[in-house]
T-cell receptor, first 113, second 110 residues
């Protein structure tokens, strides 16, 4: 039944060790988003893809990269995680119109040792 | 000024109460508006879209005031299960850039 699936649910990595979070969808949506959410804060948009077109937010650190090899999958790569990158990472999808709501995965909670 | 602002609360209300939340946004070109609810340590889930003429879904009513740049959510006959954080979401002017408010925390008590 799950339509936006994130793996893993929990990820622990070491300071500076690259980590990849994955997201897949069965909705065939054009748009996929990655958000970072820290405790008691709003989800913050990092970037989104419209099909293969990548749109980076101006204040997203270079340490965060993304790949979308096909419609169904999207990855978030954190090249050198710092302690400040510990957060919940949320993947979402939406249809091709900007007025359509987003559907979220369960999130990946990232901890940095 | 934040792009999307909400009263963080918390709002503590008894079961059966009516409670209202407001959310203001700064970009007059914003075109799409939503309310999401988020339970503790869970993902946001769509509660309802907000349409220009206002819309209702059961106990929930959403309103949009473009002139004053705010949206509102009214919850009638509050249930214990309504306890959550309510997030105001604004699509910022035609593209897919989406801004979330920090959320308003609601506690409904028996």
């Amino acid at each position: 039944d799950a339509m936006v699936i994130q793996n893993p649910r929990y990820q622990v990595t070491q300071f500076g060790k690259p980590v990849t979070l994955s997201c897949s969808q069965t909705l065939n949506h054009n748009v996929m988003y990655w958000y970072q959410q820290k405790s008691s804060q709003a989800p913050k948009l990092l970037f989104h893809y419209y099909d293969k077109d990548f749109n980076n937010e101006a204040d997203t650190p270079d340490n965060f990269q993304s790949r979308r090899p096909n419609t169904s999958f999207c990855f978030l790569d954190i090249r050198s995680p710092g302690l400040g990158d510990a957060a919940m990472y949320l993947c979402a999808t939406s249809g091709g119109q900007a007025d359509q709501p987003q559907h979220f995965g369960d999130g990946t909670r990232l901890s940095i040792l | 000024r934040k792009e999307v602002e909400q009263d963080p609360g918390p709002f503590n209300v008894p079961e059966g109460a009516t409670v209202a939340f407001n959310c203001t946004y700064s970009n007059s070109a914003s075109q799409s508006f939503f309310w999401y609810r988020q339970d503790c340590r869970k993902e946001p889930k769509l509660l309802m879209s907000v349409y220009s003429s206002g819309n209702e879904d059961g106990r929930f009513t959403a309103q949009l005031n473009r002139a004053s740049q705010y949206i509102s959510l009214l919850i009638r006959d509050s249930k214990l299960s309504d306890s959550a954080t309510y997030l105001c979401v604004v699509n910022n002017g035609g593209g897919f850039k989406t801004i979330f408010g920090a959320g308003t925390r609601l506690f409904v008590k028996a």
